[in-house]
């Protein structure tokens, strides 16, 4: 796979990396798990040369960090680009782990060391500041990340679902390396104001859900599509009347994929890949078919006539989540 890299000075990776979330969290929750297949999975993603790897505290939570460091304990974390997350889990009264924000320095502090040890490695090479905790200043939040980043324990830090003015301010505080957020052909959001903020200021765009979570491959045509169990369900875009509109638009990159021998996710990757230098989309996948799949769509080229084509796709029906 062709490489670029987290900004001008950051790290090297392969044009598209793996979103390990949906291996323990959110996607069809009622199926179980083959945790040798997805330890594969993960193998084969950096074998194709997808090495930046995603994951998070809270996908589980805890669990998606503790598979994904049992992973690379078999091998290959010389390979991986390693990013984590944290800000979106927090404990309740009993100390348990539970969804909530929680930007607080102390938490940060102590949340890296424990996302360290359940991915077995002495640093990652992002740490992200998850979701921004409106009731803590982020110049605070992103003190305690450039802290990892001192003490070694994190070679880089990076802000997810921000605004211009929020990075801005925590660029006051340390150098961000790369924004995540929803990116892809039914999500754009961001390309009025944060995208073009990154391009000038040489940041690396993450998106996730680069596929519509999953909606932009063409497998959901009706909402019994979805497995039981599956967080798609509560979401507005996938509801029956919604998804009646918005068959139309994964109709339109279908057409497309055949008319050049592509898949659709390959069209709808390649779109994404399209939007600049340093954007590095970042599909999940728990089957080694689609982990292919992915991988093939940096291959993918799209022409200008293309990408008008796609361009000019309509906003889906129904808000991003709910």
Same mark, same amino acid.
Request: hydrophobic share 40%.
């Given at each position: 796979?062709?490489? @670029? ?27 179980p798990?083959?945790?040798? &297949?997805?330890?594969?999975? $993960? ?7 997808? @090495? ?44 348990e ?10 938490? $940060?502090?102590? !949340?890296?060391?424990? !996302? ?5 490695t ?22 305690a ?14 802000? !997810? ?5 929020? $990075? ?9 390396t ?8 039914? @999500? ?32 959901? @045509? ?14 507005a ?6 998804l ?19 898949t ?18 970042i ?5 080694p ?14 022409s200008? &006539? ?17």
């Amino acid at each position: 796979m062709r490489t @670029t890299t987290l900004g001008p000075d950051g790290p090297e990776v392969g044009v598209i990396g793996l979103g390990c979330m949906g291996m323990s969290f959110g996607y069809d929750q009622a199926t179980p798990r083959d945790e040798a &297949e997805l330890i594969s999975v $993960i193998h084969q993603a950096l074998d194709q040369g997808m @090495t930046l790897l995603d994951t998070s505290d809270v996908y589980g939570p805890l669990t998606n960090e503790e598979l994904l460091g049992r992973a690379l304990a078999q091998g290959g974390r010389e390979r991986a680009v390693l990013a984590t997350k944290v800000g979106a889990l927090t404990r309740n009264a009993q100390g348990e782990p539970v969804p909530g924000l929680n930007n607080r320095p102390e938490h $940060i502090r102590r !949340s890296i060391d424990e !996302s360290l040890g359940r991915l077995g490695t002495d640093h990652v090479d992002l740490y992200y500041l998850h979701r921004v905790d409106p009731s803590v200043p982020i110049e605070e939040s992103v003190g305690a990340l450039a802290e990892a980043v001192e003490a070694g324990k994190a070679r880089a830090i990076g802000l !997810s679902e921000v605004n211009v003015e929020q $990075i801005k301010r925590a660029q006051s505080v340390h150098p961000v390396t790369a924004v995540q957020s929803e990116l892809s052909l039914w @999500t754009r959001d961001w390309m009025t104001e944060v995208l073009p903020y990154c391009k000038e200021q040489g940041i690396a765009f993450v998106p996730y859900s680069p596929l519509g979570k999953g909606f932009l491959t063409g497998r959901f @045509t009706s909402f019994d599509d979805l497995p039981q169990d599956d967080f798609r369900r509560g979401l507005a875009r996938f509801q029956q009347d919604a998804l009646r509109v918005n068959f139309a638009l994964a109709e339109k990159v279908r057409q497309l994929a055949e008319r050049i021998g592509a898949t659709p996710a390959q069209v709808a990757l390649a779109w994404v890949l399209a939007q600049g230098e340093y954007v590095v989309p970042i599909p999940g996948t728990k089957t080694p078919k689609y982990l292919l799949d992915n991988a093939g769509a940096a291959d993918v080229q799209l022409s200008a &006539e293309d990408l008008a084509e796609l361009d000019a796709l309509p906003t889906p029906q129904g808000g991003r989540y709910y």
